[in-house]
């Protein structure tokens, strides 16, 4: 069973990302996949979440409207589309599926 975050960088404000998650070891279509991040000297916490079938997503309030998580169960692929980038997205990006975290990647927003 693995997971494995990838699609982290440096961009600048108002620049864009797209974080894969890539799923093994396991039937990814049937669990909800959910984004967290955690930035240095905070909780981590829930960025999104979506539902085995593609449908149920849920945003927290600080991302709605710049993020988007979507899957490709056919690929055991999940996915947080980052628009609108803000300093305060800076942070170690986790997908966690089934139980199982990924071992983070870092996105920096910073100009």
């Known amino acids: 069973v693995q997971v494995v975050e990838s699609g982290g960088g440096l961009v600048q404000p108002g620049g864009s990302l797209r974080l894969s998650c890539a799923a093994s070891?396991?039937?990814?279509?049937?669990?909800?996949m959910s984004w967290y991040r955690q930035a240095p000297g905070k909780e981590r916490e829930l960025v999104a979440s979506?539902?085995?079938?593609?449908?149920?997503?849920n945003y927290a309030d600080s991302v709605k409207g710049r993020f988007t998580i979507f899957r490709d169960n056919g690929k055991n692929m999940g996915y947080l589309q980052m628009n609108s980038l803000k300093p305060e997205d800076t942070a170690v990006y986790y997908c966690l599926v089934r139980g199982t975290w990924g071992q983070g990647t870092q996105v920096t927003v910073s100009s």
């Open positions: 070891g396991f039937t990814f279509s049937m669990y909800v």
């Open positions: 979506i539902g085995s079938a593609g449908g149920g997503t």
